[in-house]
């Protein structure tokens, strides 16, 4: 059950609801789950959802690495609900179900490609040990130049925002949801 609910439209204040508009007139065509959370401060959720909407849609990094690196962010975070939303999204952009299912039960794929690869072992050296070693990130940088590392660092950044915030506010989870993740925190439900 989520912690914190999003008002009805009728009950948004004026700015509340700008912000909601805005995100629903945007790319997405709705908002999306954290702005439940984000609408509490609605400058915070009008340039948050502004900064998510330039990610998924106008960065150059291809969308199957962006989704990768989405997909080990919201794993790590236990945010289940980007996980379902974006594992479905990388399907599409073309990440293989055997990544998808690796990633899920934390283990490290058997990459074909070898961005994929460095997108990785860069988010999960981040992720876990908060720094890219010399080697990696010059690998990064001949893999994705500078630009795409930046951006990776981008999305890696931006989707632990989303993930903390649904994560914190129990947000976009149905009632009978059931974890993909044999490890599942016991406060991710």
């Known amino acids: 059950m989520a912690r914190i609910k999003l008002p009805h439209l009728s009950d948004m204040l004026p700015e509340q609801k700008r912000a909601y508009d805005e995100a629903v007139a945007g790319r997405r065509g709705h908002a999306p789950a954290p702005m439940t959370a984000w609408l509490k401060n609605p400058e915070f959720a009008r340039r948050a959802q502004k900064l998510g909407e330039f990610i998924r849609f106008e960065m150059t990094l291809p969308a199957r690495l962006r989704e990768l690196a989405i997909l ?101 989870l149905p009632e009978d949801f059931q974890s993909e993740f044999a490890d599942n925190a016991s406060s991710a439900k």
């Open 72 to 172: 080990v962010v919201a794993r790590y975070w236990f945010a289940h609900h980007e996980w379902r939303v974006h594992k479905k999204i990388a399907l599409e952009a073309g990440i293989d179900a055997d990544t998808v299912q690796c990633l899920a039960a934390r283990r490290r794929p058997g990459f074909t490609e070898n961005a994929d690869r460095v997108v990785y072992e860069i988010a999960i050296s981040l992720l876990e040990c908060r720094t890219v070693p010399e080697s990696l990130y010059q690998e990064g940088i001949r893999e994705l130049g500078e630009k795409g590392v930046v951006e990776l660092v981008g999305v890696l950044g931006y989707y632990t925002l989303v993930s903390m915030t649904l994560v914190t506010f129990e947000v976009g």
